[in-house]
């Protein structure tokens, strides 16, 4: 089992910039695909962003893309998401998600789904207001 634990939320300005991390605990995120996903008040949890296991795949929402930058540290104990340019639409509240890449069906676009993903954090609050 993998308890992941999310951090860096808060409140912040539009164009401001916030950085959030991702750690587990317990089991380690080793041979992990990593996302974050957000949910607004009154709406489904949409995908941000996932990174594969060796860092070299990454995906990204089209809202985010150029913005938003996934990585991991260099133990790889951490997942963090440098967010940019923040837009009152980013608030939500975001959330890590881990899955073991070997239980993820053939194609990209499983890494979208919060579906494909075992284990969540419980989140962190983004709040983008002037």
């Known amino acids: 089992q993998v308890q992941l634990v999310e951090s860096g939320g808060g409140l912040v300005q539009p164009g401001s910039s916030l950085r959030l991390a991702c750690e587990a605990s317990?089991?380690?995120?080793?041979?992990?695909?990593v996302g974050w996903f957000r949910q607004a008040s009154g709406n489904e949890r949409e995908f941000v962003a996932a990174i594969s296991w060796g860092g070299d795949s990454t995906y990204y929402a089209t809202s985010v893309k150029g913005r938003f930058t996934i990585s991991w540290d260099n133990a790889k104990s951490t997942v963090t998401v440098q967010m940019t340019g923040l837009k009152p639409e980013d608030t939500a509240v975001y959330y890590c998600?881990?899955?073991?890449?070997?239980?993820?069906?053939?194609?990209?676009?499983?890494?979208?789904?919060?579906?494909?993903?075992?284990?969540w954090g419980q989140g962190t609050q983004v709040t983008v207001s002037s």
């Open positions: 317990g089991r380690t995120f080793r041979n992990c695909a």
């Open positions: 998600a881990a899955v073991p890449e070997a239980a993820i069906p053939y194609g990209s676009s499983w890494y979208f789904s919060p579906s494909t993903y075992f284990y």
